[in-house]
């Protein structure tokens, strides 16, 4: 049963970092593309950032230069770095693989960005 669950989601100052954390079970963790994406309400799910099983990495423009996603194989967990934080980085962030036609979806973490 494959499992996907974030973790390390907070309230953060602008300016500040936070580290999300998805840990994953049930399925070849290695060899899938896993992928970061927020929303928030009234708004359509957007995509934050995604690797590959090879660790080559892809950003949305507007987070480029400030968050980092990473990946550990051993620990079968995908990493989200996020510095220079924004206000309008409020969000649920999910954390998402597919495999074949499937999505599998974390349940959120939710951010805050604020003074």
């Known amino acids: 049963q494959v499992q996907v669950v974030e973790s390390g989601g907070g309230l953060v100052q602008p300016g500040g970092s936070l580290r999300l954390s998805c840990a994953t079970s049930?399925?070849?963790?290695?060899?899938?593309?896993m992928g970061w994406y927020r929303q928030t309400p009234g708004k359509q799910r957007e995509l934050v950032a995604t690797i590959t099983g090879g660790g080559t990495t892809n950003y949305a423009d507007s987070v480029k230069g400030r968050f980092t996603i990473s990946r550990d194989n051993a620990k079968r967990t995908v990493y989200l770095q996020m510095d220079s934080l924004k206000p309008e980085d409020t969000a649920v962030y999910y954390c998402?693989?597919?495999?074949?036609?499937?999505?599998?979806w974390g349940q959120g973490t939710q951010v805050t960005v604020s003074s």
């Open positions: 049930g399925f070849v963790f290695s060899i899938y593309h």
């Open positions: 998402k693989t597919q495999i074949g036609a499937t999505d599998y």
